[in-house]
């Protein structure tokens, strides 16, 4: 092997053996940063889109929601969270195996978070977070959707979740109907305790 090859050779070695501990380092420090985070109060933070998501994964498991009747009238008060598709979604399920069982999906889409409801009333409202200056908020806004008119059909427009502490949050969404808000029901879920494993 001539030396300028040698050379090329011992180069391009240093160069994988470079880009791989600089992912090393990249992948330790995501892991200190999430590490911390878990040590950190979530009702104190202010949430950009990507800690908001991160967030929702934690929601994982099953809840129990009190407060305002759904006016989609669905009798369990369950609700459930889990990630799926591989990390990339969490789905929220409420009124689960009733008729009027609704899902929403929530995503990143770039740098963007988004929740998509998928509602009952046979409508897909997209609503986008957005940066609240309150610690514990998570605010999402009206991004568009399908199978509605916004100006003309009833569906979910915005809304808001309050984290109280990790096993407690307020949600406040808000229906509109002809362009206007029409109902703002208001709920608070607590986290149902793990079931013990036999």
Known sequence: MSKANLFAATLALFLLATVS???????GADKSK???AATVSPQSVVYDAASAFEFLKSLTGEWERSGDEHDHGGKSQSVAFR??????AVME?????????????YHMDGDKLLL?????????PVM?????????????????????????????????MRIKDANTL?????????????QRPHGVLKRKPAKATK
């Open 21 to 27: 501990v600089a992912a090393d380092n990249a992948a």
């Open 34 to 36: 999430a590490a911390n």
């Open 83 to 88: 990630e799926t598709a591989a990390g990339s």
């Open 93 to 105: 399920t409420i009124f689960a195996g009733e008729p009027m069982e609704m899902i929403s999906m």
């Open 116 to 124: 998509t409801h998928y509602c009952a009333l046979q409508n897909a």
């Open 128 to 160: 986008r977070f957005e940066k609240s200056d309150r610690p514990g908020e998570i605010k999402f806004v009206f991004h568009g959707g399908t199978n509605f008119d916004p100006q003309v059909d009833a569906h979910v427009h915005e809304g808001v």
């Open 170 to 182: 307020e949600s406040s969404f808000v229906g509109y109907t002809g362009g206007k808000p029409d």
